[in-house]
């Protein structure tokens, strides 16, 4: 029986995010110290560019035989191909390494993503998540939430670093916001995404585009960017992130009420539903991954 997060134990929500937190740190400090210096491409998936690197590979392995040492009747969603069914409702979803180009090319721009979630990942709309951790290895920090705990920023070195809180961007103008966005791997998706972008970036300050959703998530969760807008996201990029900007006080939103790959908009309460706006009145279809 799929939990729904309401009835979840407090106690279980703080041994999840505790949990999700030192696994995060755990595996970003592998791959930020285990780096190779030549790091090699083991194989692409929907396209030439969308590499996997043996180090997302080695990072997923890690954090999966973490997870079933410590939570062993949980389910398992990972970017790499870890699927495990679970018994107890709740499902971990892992992207060992978001940001996999800046990473391959030691750009330092490249995160773990750990969430918990209720409800089937695989199914959009019909899930969310109750814990989560994004650690941001270059920076040397780690971001985590809760469910109704707020969200915060610690180092990732040692138990007694102090948490900071997160708050959103209290932006709430357009024209003054700096937008976060991302593009897919496929030319034609990419083609669309830059038909948008092109009608887009003379209406906000400005886009970044710092190629990891996670971390993409962490900033507007942190208000060191205003806004993010992507379409084509897995639950892997997002179930994190989508904690720590909610638990911020912001809102993520899809097409529809849930973030998804059709759609995902993170912002503070003042600018979501402007910068959801500028996307879903530029999408083909309702369902279209433009
Ligand atoms: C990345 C996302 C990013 C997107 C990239 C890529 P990956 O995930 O986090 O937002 O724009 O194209 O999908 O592939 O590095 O795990």
């Given at each position: 029986m799929a939990h729904l997060d309401h009835d979840l134990d407090p106690a279980l929500l703080v041994e999840l995010e505790h949990l999700c937190t030192g696994l995060a740190s755990h595996a970003g400090r592998f791959i930020h110290d285990e780096r190779p210096r030549r790091v090699r491409v083991a194989d692409t998936k929907s396209s030439e560019t969308d590499v996997v690197t043996e180090m997302d590979r080695r990072s997923e392995q890690l954090l999966h035989g973490l997870v079933r040492q410590a939570r062993p009747e949980d389910g398992i969603l990972g970017e790499e191909g870890a699927h495990v069914s679970g018994r107890s409702g709740l499902t971990w979803v892992i992207?060992?390494?978001?940001g996999t180009v800046n990473y391959l090319y030691d750009i330092p721009a490249y995160a773990v993503s750990v969430a918990v979630v209720v409800?089937?990942?695989?199914?959009?709309?019909s899930w969310r998540p109750v814990a989560g951790a994004v650690s941001d290895p270059c920076r040397g920090v780690v971001h985590h939430a809760r469910r109704g705990g707020g969200a915060w920023t610690r180092s990732d070195?040692?138990?007694r670093s102090v948490p900071r809180r997160l708050a959103v961007s209290t932006e709430d103008a357009l024209g003054r916001a700096l937008l976060a966005t991302g593009f897919g791997y496929e030319a034609q998706v990419r083609a669309r995404q830059a038909e948008v972008m092109r009608e887009v970036l003379p209406l906000v300050r400005d886009i970044r585009r710092i190629g990891s959703a996670a971390l993409d998530l962490a900033r507007v969760a942190e208000g060191t960017v205003d806004a993010y807008a992507e379409t084509g996201l897995n639950p892997w990029d997002l179930a994190a992130g989508w904690l720590l900007v909610e638990e911020a006080g912001g809102q993520v939103l899809g097409v529809a009420a849930h973030p998804g790959p059709a759609l995902t908009v993170a912002a503070g309460p003042a600018l979501v539903e402007p910068v959801r706006a500028l996307f879903t009145a530029r999408m083909h279809s309702e369902g279209d991954v433009s």
């Open positions: 992207d060992p390494i978001d409800g089937d990942p695989e199914t959009p709309g070195h040692g138990k």
